[in-house]
């Protein structure tokens, strides 16, 4: 399929890469169909709107970034998208690369939870006060490097 792209123009994605998300993500509850993209920065995807070409999040696998990483959330909610087993989930946080040079960190606490087996996915906020919105990537990604 042919999806127009706030970074790269029109491309075509693969079907398998289309993902719905019946109640959107906090704050753009609108829009409710995205592709998963390719990035240029490995090992960033982009989540990109298909409705709208200029709305589009990076993303990154959080187990890459947090090793004792937990996504708690009961069955009711992961039933809403249909997952009913443990192997049909991907779990990946919005990345947010600030403007004024601050460091560039990953959404822990709102995870965006993926059922690969029917495209749906839905945004979901864990209790744990362990984990920030603000997890810093690169400092994360260098102590990973110094183990």
Known sequence: MQVKTKTMGVIDVPMENRLELPRGLFGFEKYRDFAIVESEYKPLLWLQS???????????????ICDDYEV????????????TSAADV???AIVTVPGDGSP????LQGPIIINKKN???????LNDSKWTTKHNIIEALKKRGSK
């Open 50 to 64: 298909m409705e709208d070409q200029n709305l589009a999040f990076l993303l990154i696998d959080p187990f890459l």
């Open 72 to 83: 708690d959330v009961d069955d009711r909610t992961l039933e809403q998208i249909g997952i």
């Open 90 to 92: 991907v779990v990946m």
């Open 104 to 107: 560039v960190t990953a959404n």
């Open 119 to 125: 495209q749906q996915c839905m945004q979901v906020v």
